[in-house]
């Protein structure tokens, strides 16, 4: 069973000077403004890699919330921080890395069982698989 979702994107004018707006098919983001300004001059908007960082830190903290389950636990959060660098390369652009930074709150827990399944839900997040990019993973945990 195959699960799928839609973005769409347009943008109005070619180059440094269009502007375009992206959308989620499931409105949770509709025609948010993205561009060259807003992707390398800091101007209000999103642009790709802000959602691909959104999209990376939901995804590893739903994979760690779902290993700390798995592992017995019933209480606890989680919070992620995702950043994702894009640099020249070859000529172009390329997303090279994506850091995480978590933090990990779980009553009975010990640090190194929560580094162990913080890795595995690192390695095994499908956003993780499906960058093809550095990633890190950086881990602070309070029992």
């Known amino acids: 069973m195959a699960i799928t979702n839609t973005g769409s994107a347009t943008y109005e004018g070619l180059g440094k000077g269009g502007k375009g707006h992206v959308s989620t098919g499931s409105g949770a983001l509709s025609a948010q403004p993205y561009g060259f300004q807003t992707r390398f001059e800091d101007q209000p908007g999103t642009n790709p890699e802000e959602l691909i960082a959104a999209a990376h830190a939901s995804c590893f903290t739903m994979a760690l919330s779902f290993k700390l389950a798995e592992a017995g ?18 000529g172009g652009f390329a997303v090279t890395k994506s850091e995480l930074s978590t933090k990990g709150k779980v009553p009975g827990m010990d640090r190194p069982t929560f580094e162990k399944l913080a890795q595995e839900a690192k390695d095994g997040c499908p956003i993780s698989k499906l960058l093809d990019a550095e990633i890190t993973l950086e881990t602070k945990f309070e029992g």
Do not use: N
Request: no cysteine; proline share 0%; glycine share 6%.
């Open 73 to 90: 636990h019933t209480d606890g959060s989680v919070t992620t921080h995702a950043t994702v660098s894009l640099d020249k390369v070859d």
